[in-house]
């Protein structure tokens, strides 16, 4: 029977910790999504301190020409968050088709990524892959290294924007 309970324990530790990840991924886009978060004040160090390992390795496209930036440690992903938030006017990022691997606690996962966003220069559509490693740490699974690697970027006429509001709950 002790066999059984400890076999139970070892799954349900698993699916605990394939769904911490999966809220992890869910709370870096929300992070990044720009103009939802109208209500509530951005505070990006501390953000980057609840999603990323210290010496994390982020590499991300910078332009609709594809130039991709390596990003590495808290302080340059503060500084490049503050300006992808500075420059961007609205984002939504849509996620989904994670494939996750756990190995103790280390990870590698992949993620399927749909991006409409606009910012001063107009607007446009991006689909990427992220191909992520996570590390379970003291405060728990943080994001420890992110690749995208991106299959299309489309450019569009402007959007339209509708005014911003508050919660209606």
């Not at 590495?72 to 938030?85: C, I, K, Q, R, W």
């Not at 990427?128 to 690749?147: C, D, K, M």
């Amino acid at each position: 029977m002790s066999g059984n309970l400890g076999r139970l324990e070892e799954r349900i530790g698993r699916l605990e910790a394939l769904e911490e990840i999966r809220q992890l991924k869910h709370v870096y886009q929300d992070g990044v999504d720009t103009r939802w978060n109208t209500e509530k004040p951005s505070d990006v160090t501390d953000f980057v301190g609840r999603v990323f390992t210290d010496d994390v390795v982020f590499i991300a496209p910078t332009d609709d020409e594809g130039t991709m930036t390596r990003v590495e440690g808290h302080s340059a992903m503060v500084d490049f968050l503050t300006e992808h938030h500075r420059r961007s006017v609205f984002s939504i990022h849509i996620v989904g088709n994670d494939i996750i691997e756990l190995n103790g606690d280390e990870a590698w996962g992949q993620w399927s990524v749909l991006v409409p966003g606009a910012g001063p220069d107009g607007s446009l559509w991006y689909a990427a892959r992220y191909v992520e490693t996570y590390r379970r740490t003291a405060l728990g699974w943080r994001i420890a290294s992110s690749e995208q690697f991106v299959a299309l970027n489309t450019p569009t006429s402007p959007w339209r924007f509708m005014p911003a509001r508050g919660s209606l709950r």
